[in-house]
């Protein structure tokens, strides 16, 4: 995988680590400390400068409130998400909506649709996220990439794939809270990209699905799977 200057992390689960060519540090889905499959060596932020959040679902923001009072990032996500972080101490929020393109740090990114549900875990009580959703990261070099969030398969990834046109698709494909693997494969025929990074597997007994499978039922895309913490690029 050519990533022409990007040095992209697994941390496990959904959260991504990017370095971009220009310097600036993404983080996308900041779930670190209390996420099995992150590497010790990992669960220190040193820095970052964008966080992309998909949906207020724990396993995606559980540590963006704490991240985004360390180092003041720019923090995306859908108004509803984004005004709760901003409340709970994000200094630098950057709200859009699905369909919507912003440049932030030194990235281009494209607020998607995604199928799956958006509730917020605030203490006792569970407030509404607004929608889940993903994103289509443009990089100045031109790669670009689709994190799909957590979510069923959905027509409409025919569209990201006219519009946008991912090289680079991170699909979740661990079932029971997002797409199995015959899932993630369909989504694979709509979205036609050169490389699926499969993600949302094996960080729970109920997430069964695996990249082998994916790959069998998917042969026409090559399947990347990332060991959490080994950088690549
Ligand atoms: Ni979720
Ligand atoms: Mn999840």
């Known amino acids: 995988m050519d990533l022409k200057g990007i040095k992209l992390t697994w941390l496990g689960h959904a959260t991504f ?7 600036k540090t993404v983080i996308i889905d900041p779930w670190i400390m209390g996420n099995p499959m992150c590497p010790e060596a990992d669960k220190t932020v040193k820095k970052v400068d964008v966080l992309l959040c998909t949906h207020g679902h724990g396993d995606h923001i559980g ?3 704490e991240i985004a009072k360390q180092h003041n990032p720019v923090v995306v996500g859908i108004p509803e998400l984004a005004r709760w972080l901003g409340k709970k101490g ?13 440049t932030v740090g030194d990235i281009q990114v494209t607020m998607v649709h995604a199928d799956h549900s958006c509730g917020i875990q605030d203490g006792d009580e569970l407030i509404y996220g607004g929608e889940a959703c993903g994103y289509v990261i443009r990089f100045s070099n031109g790669v670009k990439i689709y994190h799909a969030g957590d979510t069923n398969v959905f027509g409409d990834m025919a569209i990201i794939r006219d519009l946008y046109a991912p090289q680079i698709a991170m699909l979740p494909m661990g079932d029971h809270y997002t797409m199995g693997p015959r899932e993630a494969a369909y989504a694979c025929t709509l979205l036609k990209p050169q490389f699926v990074i499969p993600m949302h597997f094996g960080t729970f007994p109920v997430l069964t699905g695996r990249p082998a499978e994916l790959q069998k039922l998917a042969p026409q895309v090559q399947v990347f799977e990332m060991k959490p913490g080994v950088t690549i690029g």
């Open 90 to 102: 994000a200094k630098q929020v950057a709200e859009m909506n699905k369909g919507g393109t912003q």
């Open 17 to 23: 680590r990017i370095e971009t060519p220009g310097g």
């Open 63 to 65: 540590d963006a409130v």
